[in-house]
């Protein structure tokens, strides 16, 4: 165990604090191109931004986008070593609410675990995240006897929109390598996740009079819904899990004369994905036909399969390997079912697997984290510093 009592206990405060920080993103602005998609993502920004130059990062700045960053310089002797930059995102997601979290701390089985009080979700994804950055960053200006490359760090808003890298400042970037913090459950590291895309499919009926109707109204409210319903039902989120893909009805909405399904599609190879947007193309008309009106279908790719792009670059994750085990960890690899800021930065040519944060049961008000999980994810940067300095 490298943190202290007393480090451990300013881990947990600093969670505290940062969760308490109304963050929601707003999904629906951000697909419009808001960026951040709420205002109230600035007051955690420049919260970090202070923070980040008390400890003593340079070039500590917010970018006209709202993304956080700056570098801890290399340790003297290491300055020619390469770079590694750390990534957590700020916002929290807009499916449940993130406002006026109350954390409630209970002792468990020689472990602090925190929840919200039941009507917000925590937050913890990700500002365990955050905290693990911040904490080990602190760590490091504390520990000088730790040798260690230049450590950049980058705060994202709007992750949970799937916008969190729309803007990335990479004009800033000199790192050739990432490593997001946005895991979960103890010792997870995650080097593949989905391909994502995400679907619109707009119905076209005709409105008449309901009570003279026939033959001629065809109602795309009606067309809508029996899309949906015809979606393969052993195919959704929750009747999936592993390596499966699935079809996700996000919202219907609409009237009469127009309605709008939003869908995601998520596989993790690109075959799959692209016989699930065939299928999504043949339902929607299928589905159109029979009532005798129109479709019309937009697939927006969201993020793809990180995998490939760390099998071009293996000493990105076995510098990682060595800092769980140094850590007193052996990592368990599984596949993210979703997406992460590291997926975007990978497809952009910036290798970046997914480390744990001790969170757990993310987007509900059941989420929760594990201090020695968040503790033990802090320590994990620590030895990936070291680490990557000794490569």
């Known amino acids: 165990m490298i943190l202290s009592e007393k480090e451990r206990n300013d881990l947990l405060e600093r969670f505290l604090r940062y969760v ?4 929601t993103s707003d999904g629906g602005r951000a697909d419009r191109g808001f960026q951040p998609s709420t205002d109230r993502q600035w007051d955690f920004a420049h919260i970090l931004e202070k923070e980040l130059k008390d400890i003593g990062l340079q070039s500590v700045q917010i970018s006209d986008h709202c993304y956080v960053y700056g570098f801890l310089p290399a340790s003297k002797g290491k300055e020619a070593c390469a770079p590694i930059c750390l990534l957590a995102h700020m916002d929290t ?8 979290v109350k954390p409630q701390v209970t002792e468990r089985d020689g472990d602090r675990i925190i929840t919200s009080d039941g009507t917000t979700l925590l937050g913890a994804d990700d500002k365990a995240g955050v905290t693990a950055i911040m904490s080990a960053l602190s760590y490091l200006q504390e520990h000088t006897e ?6 950049e760090v980058i705060f994202s808003p709007d992750e949970e929109t799937g916008h969190g890298m729309d803007n990335v400042p990479l004009n800033l970037l000199s790192s050739k390598c990432a490593y997001t913090v946005d895991g979960g459950a103890l010792g997870e590291l995650e080097t593949e996740c989905f391909n994502a895309y ?3 499919i707009t119905f076209i009926g005709k409105a008449t009079h309901t009570g003279t109707a026939r033959p001629t109204m065809v109602n795309a409210a009606v067309m809508a819904s029996s899309f949906v319903a015809n979606l393969p039902r052993h195919q959704a989120p929750e009747t999936t899990d592993g390596y499966q893909g699935f079809y996700a009805a996000m919202g219907i909405q609409g009237t009469m004369e127009k309605a709008s399904v939003s869908l995601l599609l998520r596989d993790f190879s690109k075959v799959g994905m692209e016989k699930r947007k065939a299928f999504v193309d043949l339902l929607a008309q299928t589905t159109a036909a029979s009532f005798g009106g129109k479709a019309e279908v937009t697939h927006t790719q969201q993020y793809l399969n990180m995998k490939e792009g760390l099998e071009k670059n293996p000493c990105v994750v ?14 368990v690899f599984s596949p993210i079912r979703g997406g992460t800021d590291g997926s975007r930065l990978t497809e952009m040519g910036i290798p970046t697997p997914n480390i744990f944060t001790g969170g757990h049961n993310f ?3 059941d989420e929760w984290c594990s201090l020695n999980g968040l503790c033990s994810a802090c320590e994990v940067l620590i030895n990936l510093a070291r680490i990557s300095a000794e490569e």
């Open 146 to 151: 730790i040798l260690h490359g230049k450590i």
């Open 363 to 365: 987007h509900s008000r």
């Open 318 to 331: 076995q510098n990682l390997i060595a800092a769980y085990k140094a850590s007193g960890l052996e990592p």
């Open 198 to 200: 995400k679907s619109e």
């Open 93 to 100: 997601v807009d499916e449940v609410s993130g406002e006026n």
């Open 20 to 23: 308490q920080i109304w963050t």
